[in-house]
């Protein structure tokens, strides 16, 4: 379960893959889903499975909490969460040596936890220090690590081997994962999800609203998203784009 | 008089009072078309993107319809104000690829519509999401005579990573018009290039057409 071992498996799957890859590129299909994406059947049913159970439990909360919680609350919610995700941001620019986001992220944290009510207020937002967005799958990209295989989680949403393993260092990246007292960081675990599926809704609907095959639009625009982040905005055109 | 010259002389005859309406209605011309005429003056890109884009938020904001939800009043407002702007041709050949050189010209135009359509209600719902946030317009970075362009705009959220829109714009004979919008490195066009391609594969440029009648339609999504 460490990251060698996540690398070389994906080593392994990369190389097989390149044959299937090249098959198809001589078949002439479009190679690009197969090569992120290898677990798609197994994806797919995980997606369907996601419909009914976030659609049917998660969603509504989510929706009902955009709704009917006064939009103050929501932004202040927003921003402390905002406030922790900056605070794990931080450790991620030192970890790929960007030390000018550092220094963004940490003015940030200190304007928004000492005049900020502790974070409730986004004013270093306000005051035009844009909020970072680095994360330990982003730093395990910068580091080399492959992507790894596209995965779709239930409930969790769309991620890679790399992203998700991130994702579970991150845990214990950010404050609350050493709050001793359980219940309080299991709330903080529970409202924290709820803000991040409430921050997904807009996005969710537009790309329902788009999308001929939604599985393959939310995976087309989550890697490629991702592959932006990577490259701080700036991502070289990627090879397959005719 | 005698300083007219005579391809001028012709004009004198029609009498003050008809001068006088004509220009009358033509100063009235003037201001409908003005839109039109500043795109094709040579407005430069980042500064239409910012007016078009002011102008449609400003509508939704103060329009009475589209704060009670009227879906179609959103629509009617990024049909009329937004549209003209966008070269939807080339986005559907873009996302196409082989498919389009492949299609007829019938093929082409059927394909091109159903994809305007979607794309207007795609950002018709997106419009009315993101209404509330505040948009910034960063500095255009491209040479004076460049006939290719990103205008990069910033949707800022509190608590959030500002979103990055950019417009990818191309110098037509009627003004700058967009070919792909970029959210967050998700290219419009690319995205759409995954999915038809696929539709392609399995019914053809028709089956493509087909499945984006349906979806347009409102039937519901496989």
Not at chain 1, 62 to 79: G, L
């Amino acid at each position: 379960m460490n990251g060698r071992c996540l690398a070389a498996c994906s080593r392994l799957a990369t190389d097989k893959l390149a044959v299937l890859l090249l098959v198809a590129t001589l078949a002439g299909c479009a190679a690009a889903p197969a090569r992120d994406d290898p677990f798609e059947p197994m994806n797919r049913a995980s997606y369907k499975v996601n419909e009914v159970v976030d659609g049917h439990f998660v969603k509504p909360i989510a929706q009902a909490y955009v709704n009917y919680t006064p939009k103050p609350i929501q932004t202040a919610v927003a921003s402390f969460f905002g406030n922790i995700h900056d605070f794990v941001s931080i450790i991620n620019d030192f970890l790929q040596g960007k030390l000018d986001k550092a220094g963004n992220d940490m003015g940030r944290v200190i304007l928004n936890t000492g005049f900020g009510l502790g974070g409730l207020i986004d004013i270093a937002s306000e005051a035009g220090i844009p909020k970072g967005n680095e994360d330990f799958g982003l730093t395990l990209g910068a580091w080399g690590f492959p992507q790894g295989p596209y995965l779709f989680i239930p409930i969790w949403g769309p991620t890679t081997v790399r992203d998700g393993t991130g994702s579970l260092v991150e845990l214990y990246m950010g404050p609350v994962g050493y709050i001793p007292d359980v219940p309080l960081r299991n709330t903080l675990y529970g409202i924290g999800a709820l803000n991040a599926r409430a921050q997904a809704l807009s996005a969710e609907s537009v790309a329902l609203s788009a999308a001929l095959d939604p599985y393959a639009f939310i995976r087309r625009a989550y890697l490629q998203h991702r592959r932006y982040l990577l490259y701080d905005g700036k991502p070289p055109p990627e090879k397959d784009s005719q | 008089m005698s300083l007219l010259r005579p391809s001028m002389c012709r004009f004198v005859p029609i009498g003050a009072w008809r001068a006088f309406a004509i220009a009358i209605v033509g100063f009235a011309l003037a201001a409908f078309v003005q839109p039109l005429a500043h795109a094709a003056a040579g407005e430069a890109p980042d500064v239409l993107v910012k007016r078009v884009t002011e102008e449609v938020l400003g509508l939704i904001k103060s329009d009475a319809k589209i704060q009670a939800g009227d879906q179609a009043r959103i629509r009617d407002v990024i049909e009329s104000k937004l549209t003209p702007y966008f070269d939807f041709d080339r986005m559907t050949a873009l996302a196409a690829g082989r498919g389009w050189r492949n299609a007829t010209p019938e093929q082409k135009k059927m394909l091109a519509d159903q994809f305007k359509t979607l794309l207007v209600r795609t950002y018709s719902g997106a419009l009315n999401q993101y209404r509330d946030q505040k948009i910034a317009y960063l500095p255009l970075r491209a040479d004076a005579g460049a006939t290719d362009v990103t205008v990069r705009t910033q949707v800022q959220r509190p608590g959030q990573a500002p979103v990055q829109i950019d417009y990818s714009m191309e110098k037509t004979s009627d003004g700058w018009k967009a070919y792909d919008v970029v959210v967050g490195g998700v290219s419009l066009v690319t995205n759409y290039r995954e999915e038809f391609t696929a539709e392609i594969q399995r019914g053809g440029i028709d089956g493509l057409i087909k499945a984006l009648e349906a979806k347009n339609s409102g039937a519901p999504a496989k």
